[in-house]
């Protein structure tokens, strides 16, 4: 195996990894709006109509992100766009935890307050950092397996007679 095939082989499985989380977390949001609701209203910083248009737009954005990523339609540009919503995620909970705010954050459904000893602030920056290195890596390195992209010509790979094409 050549190293070009193992950092197309890498890529793929970022790029099905992280679909599926923005598919599961998407999908666990939309189906409890009014948890959703609550989730981003507990971060204390949007005013309150910007809450539920927040709440309600969240969830159908990460499911988008996640089916552009599942199809590896427009990977790189759903790379950045998911690296940028996961900075705004990992300095939501950051500010929360600066804060001494007392919340769930909400990523994968739930949300809202929490007594002071149940908080997983710094175990939910991990996470999503973890999974913006996945979003880094994608923006720099779009080329991958199954990819509508590669059949459209944006430069994703496909394997040819073993060897990884461009």
């Known amino acids: 195996m050549t190293k070009g095939t193992v950092l197309v082989a890498v890529g793929t499985l970022f790029r099905l990894g992280l679909a599926a989380v923005w598919l ?13 609701f609550i989730a981003v209203q ?14 309600g737009a969240m969830p159908f954005l990460e499911l988008a ?12 540009l759903t790379a950045v766009l998911s690296g940028v919503v996961l ?3 990992i300095a939501a909970v950051a500010q929360s935890w600066a ?15 929490v007594a002071a000893g149940d908080t ?3 175990q939910e920056i991990a996470r999503d950092t973890g999974f913006l290195v996945m979003a880094v890596w994608l923006a720099i390195r ?8 590669g059949r459209l010509g944006g430069g994703a790979a496909e394997p040819v007679s073993g060897k990884v094409g461009t």
Request: aromatic share 8%; with cysteine; proline share 6%.
């Open 24 to 36: 599961v977390s998407g999908w666990l949001k939309a189906s409890d709006p009014n948890q959703t």
């Open 42 to 55: 507990a971060y204390d910083v949007l005013p309150g109509g910007v809450v539920s248009v927040v709440a």
């Open 65 to 76: 992100l996640g089916a552009l990523l599942l199809v590896g339609l427009g990977t790189r």
């Open 87 to 89: 900075l705004v995620f």
């Open 99 to 113: 804060r001494g705010l007392s919340i769930d954050c909400g990523c994968f459904g739930g949300g809202g307050q």
């Open 120 to 122: 997983r602030y710094p």
């Open 142 to 149: 779009p080329r991958t397996w199954l990819a509508v992209d």
